[in-house]
T-cell receptor, first 111, second 114 residues
Framework: QQQVKQSPQSLIVQKGGISIINCAYE??????FPWYQQFPGKGPALLIA?????SEKKEGRFTISFNKSAKQFSLHIMDSQPGDSATYFC??????????FGGGTRLMVKP | DAGVIQSPRHEVTEMGQEVTLRCKPI?????LFWYRQTMMRGLELLIY????????DSGMPEDRFSAKMPNASFSTLKIQPSEPRDSAVYFC????????????FGSGTRLTVV
């Protein structure tokens, strides 16, 4: 059973544009919703995260929007830059502190 | 802190051989996770430990896989015997429980079984 569905699988955005990646989950018991960024040859790195008691969190150019009733959350990258080109993973955490990851989105930002 | 340290970075082995992957978590972290990453299946959780005790190993694909954490600063993932379908990048990650802490991943071990 896929606990978190991520879309799109790949995304091409022009420099300066907005990148949007979406995730949907099923289990309402999840308590923490992080996004990870992974560059080739590296491990995923925590980018930004949100708790379910807030609807939005912003850190610099990165924003998480969270819709608890719809069981969806999304990552918005404003003013996308070529250096943002990477694979992005959403994740959900259960009470056992275990993260389940989405399938990943490969983002390419064209100069 | 040096972060989560994994070794080796790359491993090429022949089918049937034993492979041991190693991980040193961040000092003070009480959770350790082993993930496998492939193009087809993405990031899969294999097993995780809390305070050196295995909590959930339901993701371990077969009895050929085993993991240990003899102390708070060291863990191993062993595959015996290895098969070509085990080829993947294996990540170790650690975190501190009890709060909104993200995982810190190591750089991974790229395993190729020929």
């Amino acid at each position: 059973q896929q606990q978190v569905k991520q879309s799109p699988q790949s995304l091409i955005v022009q420099k300066g544009g907005i990148s949007i990646i979406n995730c949907a989950y099923e289990n309402t018991a999840f308590d923490y919703f992080p996004w990870y960024q992974q560059f080739p040859g590296k491990g995923p790195a925590l980018l930004i995260a949100i708790r379910p008691d807030v609807s939005e969190k912003k850190e610099g150019r990165f924003t998480i929007s969270f819709n608890k009733s719809a069981k969806q959350f999304s990552l918005h990258i404003m003013d996308s830059q070529p250096g943002d080109s990477a694979t992005y993973f959403c994740a959900v955490r259960n009470a056992g502190n275990m993260l389940t990851f989405g399938g990943g989105t490969r983002l390419m930002v064209k100069p | 802190d040096a972060g989560v340290i994994q070794s080796p970075r790359h491993e090429v082995t022949e089918m049937g051989q034993e492979v041991t992957l190693r991980c040193k978590p961040i000092s003070g972290h009480d959770y350790l996770f082993w993930y496998r990453q492939t193009m087809m299946r993405g990031l899969e959780l294999l097993i995780y430990f809390n305070n050196n005790v295995p909590i959930d190993d339901s993701g371990m694909p077969e009895d050929r896989f085993s993991a240990k954490m003899p102390n708070a600063s060291f863990s191993t993932l062993k595959i015996q015997p290895s098969e070509p379908r085990d080829s993947a990048v294996y990540f170790c990650a650690s975190t501190k429980g009890g709060g909104a802490y993200g995982y810190t991943f190591g750089s991974g071990t790229r395993l190729t079984v020929v």
